[in-house]
């Protein structure tokens, strides 16, 4: 059977923030998974940079591990400090700017 979590070892303990990098300048990201129904990433995203306005097709869940980011979902700007989360409704256009250097993880769930 395939993998459907990959990018890590299974059965070992690991740290979502240190799957990827924060570098300067710069949006990095590990997928973890994806399928038909799901798609699993985790983002490091350098202070004042990000991703503009786009839209998902799937519901999608934010959940920021370090610093501060900032989500923007039709047009509502959300700070967002560690362990905090929230969910952009499929085909919300949004948009992702790191207030600090920060780390997130990304779940897009969409019927398969």
Do not use: W, Y
Request: with cysteine; charged share 20%; net charge negative.
């Amino acid at each position: 059977m395939a993998e459907l979590i990959k990018n890590v070892e299974h059965a070992q303990d690991f740290e979502l923030c240190g799957l990827v990098e924060l570098e300067k300048g710069k949006v990095n990201s590990v997928t973890l998974s994806q399928t038909p129904g799901t798609k699993i990433t985790v983002f490091a995203i350098d202070e004042d940079e990000g991703m503009s306005s786009h839209a998902a097709p799937g519901d999608a869940l934010v959940t920021v591990l370090e610093g501060t980011g900032e989500i923007t979902i039709e047009g509502v700007p959300h700070r967002l400090n560690a362990g905090q989360s929230v969910v952009m409704s499929a085909g919300s256009p949004h948009s992702v700017r790191g207030v600090t250097p920060f780390k997130m993880l990304l779940v897009v769930v969409k019927e398969s």
